[in-house]
């Protein structure tokens, strides 16, 4: 087990904008408001969405096109870096009109109405690498010192 200790820093809630794309308003959010790291959730709904599920034996994410309108159930989150740039991890429950829901990785949704809520974390930022036994890009502590 790795693992890194943080502080809380300030707390957002935020409303992303009708038609915007849920994950580029996130880092909008964490650029604009120089966010470092963060953990957070989102609650709405979207027009569209694209989940994946991670292949294990294949090590590729397949992708799960959902083409209606959806409610976002549930979802939790984090915001870490990956290539010098802030990157948003989500994970999501997604419902559809009859109430049956599809999850996974979050890859990009339209925004119908969606409420952000966001907690920074004050500590040192945790970069994702190239993780050779998964075919992940997982956090990568003891290289940045974080025991
Ligand atoms: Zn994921």
């Given amino acids: 087990m790795q693992s890194a200790s943080y502080r809380v820093g300030r707390?957002?809630?935020?409303?992303?904008?009708?038609?915007?794309?849920?994950?580029?308003?996130?880092?909008?959010?964490?650029?604009?408001?120089?966010?470092k790291m963060a953990l957070f959730a989102v609650i709405g709904s979207v027009a569209e969405a694209t989940l994946a599920y991670y292949d294990?034996?294949?090590?590729?994410?397949?992708?799960?096109?959902?083409e209606e309108p959806l409610e976002i159930a549930d979802?939790?989150?984090?915001?870490?870096?990956?290539?010098?740039?802030p990157f948003a991890h989500l994970h999501a429950v997604l419902s559809d009109a009859g109430g049956k829901t599809y999850a996974g990785h979050?890859?990009?949704?339209?925004?119908?109405?969606?409420?952000?809520?966001?907690?920074?974390?004050?500590?040192?930022?945790?970069?994702?690498?190239?993780?050779?036994v998964t075919g992940l890009s997982l956090w990568k502590f003891k290289k940045q010192g974080l025991k």
């Fill in 11 to 35: 707390a957002f809630l935020c409303r992303a904008d009708y038609r915007s794309e849920l994950m580029k308003s996130t880092l909008d959010l964490v650029r604009e408001k120089k966010i």
């Fill in 106 to 132: 979050l890859v990009q949704a339209t925004v119908f109405a969606a409420e952000i809520h966001l907690l920074e974390l004050i500590g040192k930022k945790l970069e994702r690498e190239h993780d050779e």
């Fill in 56 to 66: 294990q034996s294949k090590r590729e994410y397949r992708k799960i096109r959902l």
């Fill in 75 to 85: 979802s939790w989150g984090n915001i870490s870096w990956k290539d010098g740039q």
